[in-house]
């Protein structure tokens, strides 16, 4: 099992910056990837970034030249780097895990942290 915890949300002017982190603890060997989704009300939950165990990094439209995915493997943390905030960006943020096939494929999901950003 791969537990997840999400920090660092919270209320931002629109323009202003966050960063989320995502400390994962468990069977981290598990894992092949992780990243971040939101959801807003009344919305489906959607990738905002992955980031591959590899190191590689994907970015949806939206997210793509203001925010940052990174991941620090000795703190087994993943961080979201927000900046250029938008009233848009109003969401809960939830910290995603993929384990490999080989232990089933497994996703794993943090709690979520509240993004506000106000206009």
């Known amino acids: 099992q791969v537990q997840l915890v999400e920090s660092g949300g919270g209320l931002v002017r629109a323009g202003g910056s966050l960063k989320l982190s995502c400390a994962a603890s468990g069977n981290i060997f598990m894992l092949n990837a992780m990243a971040w989704y939101r959801q807003a009300p009344g919305k489906q939950r959607e990738l905002v970034a992955v980031?591959?165990?590899?190191?590689?990094?994907t970015y949806a439209d939206s997210a793509k030249g203001r925010f940052t995915i990174s991941r620090d493997s000795g703190k087994n943390t993943v961080y979201l780097q927000m900046s250029g905030l938008r009233s848009e960006d109003t969401a809960v943020y939830f910290c995603?895990?993929?384990?490999?096939?080989?232990?089933?494929?497994?996703?794993?999901w943090g709690q979520g942290t509240q993004v506000t950003v106000s206009s």
């Open positions: 995603e895990a993929d384990s490999l096939r080989g232990y089933g494929g497994t996703r794993y």
């Open positions: 980031v591959t165990f590899g190191g590689s990094t």
